[in-house]
């Protein structure tokens, strides 16, 4: 599977982005799509992920400023990103989750390369 993620740039606090993840197969096909990000000298963490109903999740650093949604017939998922703050500031990347029943929950399965995102103070 290749994600193809797009849609990074320098921003100003305060400003908006909106970051798109085009997948090479049907998003259809897939449990759940979103988010991670990798800051400067930090781990990756989750951001957002949407689920194959629609089904939402956020950090809760991001909740009630970004927004993630998918257009099944484009095989694209989408980030949007308000309110952005410097700590925002980092390498975004497109991933999928596949349910893992026996386990009982979702795994990652592909990532795709980041899209730097930059927010200034």
């Known amino acids: 599977v290749q994600l193809q993620a797009s849609g990074g740039g320098l921003m100003q606090a305060g400003g908006s982005l909106r970051l798109s993840c085009r997948a090479s197969?049907?998003?259809?096909?897939?449990?759940?799509i979103g988010w991670y990000r990798q800051a400067p000298r930090k781990s990756r963490e989750f951001v957002a992920t949407i689920s194959k109903p629609g089904y939402r999740e956020y950090a809760d650093s991001v909740k009630g400023r970004f927004d993630i949604s998918k257009d099944d017939g484009q095989n694209t998922v989408y980030l949007a990103m308000n309110d952005l703050k410097p700590e925002d500031t980092g390498d975004y990347y497109c991933t999928t989750e596949r349910w893992n029943s026996r386990a009982g929950k979702y795994e990652l399965d592909y990532w795709g390369q980041g899209t730097q995102v930059t927010v200034s103070s």
């Open positions: 197969i049907s998003i259809k096909s897939i449990d759940r």
